[in-house]
Each structure stands twice: as structure tokens, then as C-alpha cells.
Nanobody, 122 residues
């Protein structure tokens, strides 16, 4: 059974950094990504990476601050988040899809982790 397990959330002051990790198991994925959902808002795309070729896409608000990467040997994907601001506060979800086509649409992702809370204090 496919499973995604996130770790690394927490509370950090504005300007600080956090690193999220997502461990995948149970099947192979073509694309893995991160989404986030703030209270009262829609779940939004953050970043995604192609498992085989390493192609990457970022949402505009995080470009230059966040870095997505994968460790093929450990079957994990990570999100390094720098220069965090209160606007980044949300529950962050790891997501995956079997297809190798990069997409920012959350409805294209078939598998989801349980989410990890990221809180940025001002």
C-alpha cells in the first residue's frame, strides 16, 4: 500500500528556515510535490519534482526561497524553506502521482501524506 509520511514541521521566527521531508513507500511515483493549506484558504501548489529526470517547478511566491530535492536511494523528497515569513504559515502536504508529467493541479495527485504544520512567528 502506497504511503507518504512527512516530517520536519514546526515553529520558527520570520526569516528563519525549516526543512521538510517526505518518505515514500509502497510503489514508485513519477512526480512528487508539496502543497500547503492555510486556514480558510484553498490547498495550493508549492513545488514538485520529477522522480526520474529531476525536472522541477515552483510556485511564484516561493521561488528563490524554497528548494525541492529528492534522494532516490532513500526514496524521500525534501523541501528546504528559507527566508520564511508569516505568510508561509500552513499545513504542508506531500503529494505524489504515478504519471511523469509535472503538474501544479492538486487534483492530479493521487497520493497524499497526513500533513505537517509549519508556523512562522513575526
Amino acid at each position: 500500500q502506497a504511503q507518504l509520511v512527512e516530517s520536519g514541521g514546526g515553529v520558527v521566527q520570520a526569516g528563519g528556515s525549516l526543512r521538510l521531508s517526505c518518505a515514500a513507500s509502497g510503489r514508485a511515483f513519477g512526480i512528487m510535490g508539496w502543497f500547503r493549506q492555510a486556514p480558510g484558504k484553498e490547498r495550493e501548489f508549492v513545488a514538485a519534482i520529477g522522480w526520474t529526470r529531476g525536472s522541477i517547478d515552483y510556485a511564484e511566491p516561493v521561488k528563490g526561497r524554497f528548494t525541492i530535492s529528492r534522494d532516490i536511494a532513500k526514496n524521500t523528497v525534501s523541501l528546504q524553506m528559507n527566508s520564511l515569513s508569516p505568510g508561509d504559515t500552513a499545513v504542508y502536504y506531500c503529494a505524489a502521482r504515478p504519471s511523469v508529467t509535472l503538474t501544479t493541479n492538486r487534483y492530479d495527485y493521487n497520493y497524499w501524506g497526513q500533513g505537517t504544520q509549519v508556523t512562522i512567528s513575526s
